[in-house]
């Protein structure tokens, strides 16, 4: 791509911050004076009305976008935005101003909200040119669709029919604590990696692919997934659902342990010996996702093939040695 082009890019995505900016600080104004008229002024708990209130105040900018913004992408991406923050401004205000007994619902809401809009920040900010429709990631396969409403069923029918049993304060705390140590290391690890993370997992090296140490990298070795995984079954836990909190536990374990098997040969092939050291001295905090030696030497001999020529000889031979030091360390077992 070149020069002028990649100018003329990056001055259309500041164009788009600024307007994502713009739209959250009006959606939440909208709320805040919303809130402050309904419920302080006019004196009324009622949480339908409110909502209706809500959504005609920001009508006229649905309207806007919608007419204005031709690009039809960016007219996605900016309707879904805003209604992200709608609902993060509708949700924190029943929580403060209505004392319903749906605050868990709401709470799940919130950090839904928050969640959603970050992958897509962190996709604007560092994978603007293959940004799409994903980014926000509501429909990124097709289990977390079908899981989601599972939870919400579940938290509804059980604040209904059982509301003194959902209503423990103290597991709805231990919940939100794990919410928002997830969300931390989920948003830590997008903005720590930048154009080194991606959703996908990489199976080409890209000439600017470098293995990110710094940050939370230092704590964990994969915390968008130790984030993710704490942050879903801190969710269901600060609802108090006990089926989901064993349903999502149980699919996402699997799901991330063979995910992580398949990303860390990827990564020793892209890495070589670095990524055994770093292997070495940072844990994924999950418990059995890691691989085997024969796993790690298998793919050591693939980094060879592909990049071996662009190793110093310094870092060949460190991955001969450790290839032929685990290979004797086999025999002697084999002969035992």
Known sequence: MDESKLKELEKIQKIIIKRHIILIIIS?????????FYF??????????????????HSPIYFVIFIFEKHSDRRYHYLLGFSLILILGYSISLIFFVHTIYYQLFCYFITLSIYHYAEFFSELLF????????????????LWPILTPFSFIETIIGTYFFHEYKNIKIIFIIGLLMTII?????????????QNFTHKIAIRKKKNHILVKEGIY????????FGFFVWSVGIEIMCVNPICTIAFAFILFKFFKYRIKIEE??????????????????????????????????NLIKHLEMFGEEDDDANKKKIYDFLHEHSINDNNRSLK
């Open 28 to 36: 939440l104004i909208i709320s805040i004076f919303a809130s402050i």
């Open 40 to 57: 302080t002024i006019k004196q009324n708990n009622n949480s339908f009305y409110y909502f209706l209130i809500l959504i005609s105040c």
């Open 127 to 142: 994978h603007f040119h293959d940004l799409n429709r994903d980014a926000f990631l509501i429909f990124p396969n097709s």
């Open 182 to 194: 997830g969300q931390y290391f989920r948003i830590a690890a997008l903005f720590t990696g930048k």
């Open 218 to 225: 230092k704590i964990c070795r994969h915390p968008s997934y």
């Open 265 to 298: 040969e990827y990564l020793i092939r892209f890495f070589g010996f670095e990524y055994i050291v770093y292997r070495r001295e940072v844990g994924t905090i999950i418990p059995f996702t890691n691989i085997s030696v024969e796993t790690e030497k298998i």
